[in-house]
């Protein structure tokens, strides 16, 4: 029992009030840094009126989900059956003609007569022409200079064997 109150009186001796002071203020200081640190760092409040950003998660393809496949085309090849050439006299310069007979490929109108010279533009299935020069041999063909009536700017030179003439439009 002696040696207990030997222990309590040792702790009073150390325990004086001002201790006890000097305690409690260097916690406090060290609690007003720590909220001071806390309230410097945090980040700026978001305006007020503007939208928050939606995010939508979009789960990644499972095995049981198919997976898309390209399909490979076959490869068209031409082929060697040209049209006959029309009938003599039923076209001629300042009548009207009608592209025909490519198999929705659409005809080459080229710059000058002949398989070489180079494509100007093509002249789909169906799409109606005037001829205005003609007709021209070359490379085993008749070729016959085409301008569509409503642009000017598309005319070139045609293989007559997929042309068919047509009442004035």
Do not use: C
Not at 70 to 89: A, D, I, K, R, Y
Not at 99 to 107: D, H, Q
Not at 123 to 140: C, L, R, S, W
């Amino acid at each position: 029992m002696d040696e207990l109150r030997k222990i309590v009186d040792q702790i009073r001796r150390y325990l004086t009030p001002w201790v006890l002071l000097g305690a409690i203020g260097i916690a406090l200081l060290f609690l007003s840094l720590t909220v001071i640190v806390i309230l410097a760092s945090r980040s700026a409040p978001a305006p007020k009126g503007l939208p928050t950003a939606a995010l939508y998660v979009i789960p990644a393809p499972t095995d049981t989900l198919p997976v898309p496949t390209t399909v490979q085309l076959p490869t068209p090849t031409p082929t060697s059956e040209v049209p006959p050439p029309p009938p003599p006299g039923v076209i001629a310069v300042g009548s009207f003609v009608q592209v025909t007979g490519t198999g929705s490929v659409g005809l080459r109108l080229r710059d000058n007569p002949g398989l070489e010279s180079k494509t100007e533009f093509l002249g789909m299935d169906a799409e109606v022409f005037k001829i205005t020069d003609g007709p021209q041999e070359a490379d085993g063909y008749t070729w016959w200079h085409l301008v569509a009536p409503y642009d000017e700017q598309r005319h070139g030179w045609a293989v007559a064997n997929y042309l068919s003439a047509i009442a004035n439009p």
